[in-house]
């Protein structure tokens, strides 16, 4: 079986075969193995250094009513908030002060009618802190105002698609959201020229094995610059709150496939991975991962932002917390990698000849 670790590490795919036989592979020496091939990669591609992001929860007010969310519409437990243009920028300057330089806005799927607000939030941030990236994470809008965003100067936009079977998709969303459309966003924002990211909830409910290797297959056909996986986690209000919660083996198994397929793409160690498993940044930056998001939204309403149950907002998983982020890193060989962290079409970073070749993804475009 290792030799199609070694296959994937050299032409970066596999049959559909090829996925199921490594994802379904339950031989310890083989995952090992799988592991170390995707964190030798990554460490060419990036070193030890990983990418920080400073996390904005920017509202969890939502349009839309996915069964899986513990902020979606229908859920009348939850308090709503929506932060400010300058609670915004005082979280940019604090996260600017702490060294980030990407900060991510993420949220809810906000009314249509407050794109400009956003674009102008967007607008702000890139003139006060000309060096970093903007990142949105704020789900499906028509074409046009994802171009606003990009005129305003959002570089990247992550999106997962969350499931490519139109029935597992059906089976985790409300009637009136529909798989094409997110495609035919997904589409839209790598025709503008964003960094996009996208990917699913490893072990969500009813997920097949083959639904995987479907997915596996779109990212695949995609390209996308960067991959967002977790494992799904229950949140108790939702009509899903009762399914099991994911497996962090099976999400680690998916960022070492996804290293192995894509060595320059950016990865990052989810907070739902570490919600579930308190070693989980650590397991996912093992397994391949090179990127984490700490929090730098205000204290209060972390709690309020309550995607799904148990979530970590604290300690190393917050940016006042990087110190000890920088610890735990430190611990197996890492650091933080305070730069920008865009994609790199083309990236080596090889220990023995210091050799580097960069074309900036921002140059390109
Ligand atoms: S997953 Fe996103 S779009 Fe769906 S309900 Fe939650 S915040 Fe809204």
């Excluded at 036989?21 to 990983?50: M, P």
């Excluded at 903007?134 to 105002?145: I, M």
């Excluded at 320059?264 to 984490?292: C, E, F, Q, W, Y």
């Excluded at 979530?311 to 917390?321: H, Q, R, T």
Aim: hydrophobic letters at 35%; proline letters at 3%; aromatic letters at 10%.
């Amino acid at each position: 079986m290792t030799e199609l670790v070694d296959i994937l590490r050299t032409e970066h795919h596999l049959s559909s075969n090829g996925y199921r036989s490594l994802l379904t592979c339950d031989d310890v020496k083989v995952n090992d193995y799988l592991q170390s091939q995707a964190r030798q990669v990554a460490n060419d591609v990036f070193g030890k250094g990983i990418f920080v992001r400073g996390l904005i929860e920017l509202t969890n007010v939502c349009r839309n009513d996915c069964y899986y969310c513990g902020i979606r519409k229908s859920n009348t437990a939850v308090e709503r908030y929506m932060l400010t243009a300058e609670q915004v920028m005082q979280c940019c300057e604090q996260g600017h002060k702490l060294g980030f330089r990407t900060f991510v806005l993420q949220g809810g799927e906000l009314p249509r009618d407050k794109w400009q607000w956003i674009a102008g939030l967007v607008a702000e941030i890139k003139t006060s802190w000309y060096d970093c990236a903007v990142t949105l994470s704020l789900g499906e809008w028509p074409k046009d105002v994802y171009k606003e965003f990009r005129k305003a100067g959002a570089d990247r936009y992550l999106l997962r698609h969350e499931s490519h079977n139109a029935t597992h998709y059906s089976m985790l969303h409300p009637a009136e959201m529909s798989l094409n459309n997110r495609l035919q966003c997904l589409n839209w924002l790598k025709e503008l020229g964003f960094q996009v990211g996208t990917g699913i909830m490893a072990g969500s409910p009813w997920q097949t094995l083959d639904n995987i290797v479907e997915d596996i297959e779109f990212i695949e056909n995609f390209q996308p610059e960067m991959i967002g996986l977790g494992p799904f986690v229950p949140q108790h209000e939702t009509p899903l709150g009762n399914h099991a919660t994911g497996s962090a083996v099976l999400t680690c198994k998916l960022y070492s496939i996804f290293r192995l397929m894509f060595p320059n793409a950016l990865i990052p160690s989810t907070t739902a991975l570490n919600s579930i498993d308190s070693h989980g940044r650590i397991k996912g930056i093992m397994a391949g991962a090179n990127v984490v998001m700490p929090n730098l939204s205000p204290t209060n309403v972390r709690e309020l932002y309550a995607l799904y149950d148990g979530k970590s907002s604290v300690n190393a998983e917050a940016a006042e917390g990087i110190a000890q982020l920088e610890a735990q890193l430190k611990t197996i060989g890492y650091h933080i990698n305070w730069s920008r962290g865009d994609f790199n079409k083309c990236t080596i970073h090889n220990a023995h000849n210091t050799q580097f070749i960069m074309h900036n993804f921002s140059t390109q475009n």
